[in-house]
């Protein structure tokens, strides 16, 4: 179903850096389509963490930080907090027959 | 306030049908497409349709195509989903997401308002 692979799941200490992989293809993130990245929390709506790649909406704290390069992007976690305990959705654009906007398979991160 | 206010879910035996809304507030709603996302149990975040500011541009992802059929009504701000022929896969919170431009494109658009979603379960 989702085009876009991330891992299940990624874990860490307070304070620690993590970081979330987006694993897609030559018809999406390979063919340099943008990456952006969503916070969910527990029974909320998604928010915008990332977009365009490597940019943060105001009001999200510099912690968070995203990459690209070739295939894939990152999502980096900086001094991991509590309140980061979430669910994060990677998406782009595909541009196969039955492309159109597309997620990665999600990720739980989890503050020990 | 940008806000996204998503009703209509509920319990529904396989073939049914159900019509969801979005309440939208805040913003033009004639400037933004609008999207429906998805996100089943256990699993990651699903696009199912987008359709443009005005109305004129409407995209699925196969899943739905001839089943759902996404629309808007600028007189209510609302955006709208009717599912028909509907399946246990279909089972999901469904939410309503704001598009960033008028028209939804390929390069560089992405959701940067979403509604709290609806819970639509397809169960006998």
């Known amino acids: 179903q989702s085009v876009l692979t991330q891992p299940p799941s990624v874990s860490g200490a307070p304070g620690q850096r993590v970081a979330i992989s987006c694993t897609g293809s030559s018809s999406n993130i390979g063919a340099d389509y943008d990456v952006h990245w969503y916070q969910q929390l527990p029974g909320t709506a998604p928010k915008l963490l990332i977009y365009g790649n490597n940019n943060r909406p105001s009001g999200v704290p510099d912690r968070f930080s995203g990459s690209k390069s070739g295939t894939s992007a990152s999502l980096a976690i900086t001094g991991l907090q509590a309140e980061d305990e979430a669910d994060y959705h990677c998406?782009?654009?595909?541009?196969?027959?039955?492309?159109?906007?597309?997620f990665g398979t999600g990720t739980q991160v989890t503050v020990l | 306030d940008v806000q996204l206010l998503e009703s209509g879910g509920g319990l529904v035996q396989p073939g049914g049908s159900l019509r969801l809304s979005c309440a939208a507030s805040?913003?033009?709603?004639?400037?933004?497409?609008m999207s429906w996302v998805r996100r089943a149990p256990g699993k990651g975040l699903e696009w199912v349709s987008t359709i443009s500011g005005n109305g004129g541009s409407i995209y699925y992802v196969d899943s739905v195509r001839g089943r759902f059929t996404i629309s808007r009504d600028k007189s209510k701000n609302t955006l709208y989903l009717q599912m028909n022929s509907l399946s246990a896969e279909d089972t999901a919170i469904y939410h309503c997401a704001k598009g960033i431009v008028v028209v939804p494109a390929a390069r560089g658009y992405y959701f940067d308002y979403w509604g709290q979603g609806t819970r639509v379960t397809v169960s006998s």
């Open positions: 998406q782009s654009y595909d541009n196969s027959l039955n492309g159109f906007y597309v």
């Open positions: 805040g913003f033009t709603f004639t400037n933004f497409a």
